[in-house]
Nanobody, 126 residues
C-alpha cells in the first residue's frame, strides 16, 4: 500500500499548481484522501480532503475558493488544484488515505489517516 505525491515546484504569487496523489491501494479498499501541508516548526495541517465517492469535500478556510480537490477512482488518483497561490502556501504537501472508509465520510483528524505518502515541496515566491 503506497501513496505517491507529485506536482510540487516553484511558482510566483498568483500562479497555479496541480498536485497528484497516486495510490497503489486495491480498488476494493474504499479510501478517503486528505492533502496536508507542513512548514518547519509547525504542525502538519489538513488543507483539503475528499470522501471515497468524491461527493463530499473539506477545505481549510484559508484555501477556500482557491484550491480544489478531486479524484478519479478509475485511475486511483486524487488531485489538488491550487490557484491564486500565496507565499503563505509555501510548504511540503503530503497526501494521506483513510482506508476502509465509506462514501460521504471526510476525515478531519490527522490520526484517522493510516497511509501516508512522501511530501512534495511547493514554494511560492513573492
Amino acid at each position: 500500500v503506497q501513496l505517491q505525491a507529485s506536482g510540487g515546484g516553484l511558482v510566483q504569487t498568483g500562479g497555479s499548481l496541480r498536485l497528484s496523489c497516486a495510490a497503489s491501494l486495491r480498488t476494493y479498499n474504499r479510501y478517503a484522501v486528505g492533502w496536508f501541508r507542513q512548514v518547519p516548526g509547525k504542525e502538519r495541517e489538513l488543507v483539503a480532503a475528499i470522501d471515497w465517492a468524491g461527493g463530499s469535500t473539506y477545505y481549510k478556510n484559508s484555501v477556500k475558493g482557491r484550491f480544489t480537490i478531486s479524484r478519479v477512482n478509475a485511475l486511483n488518483t486524487v488531485y489538488l488544484i491550487m490557484n491564486s497561490l500565496k507565499p503563505e502556501d509555501t510548504a511540503v504537501y503530503y497526501c494521506a488515505a483513510k482506508t476502509n472508509s465509506r462514501s460521504g465520510y471526510v476525515p478531519f483528524n490527522n490520526d484517522e489517516y493510516d497511509v501516508w505518502g512522501q511530501g512534495t515541496l511547493v514554494t511560492v515566491s513573492s
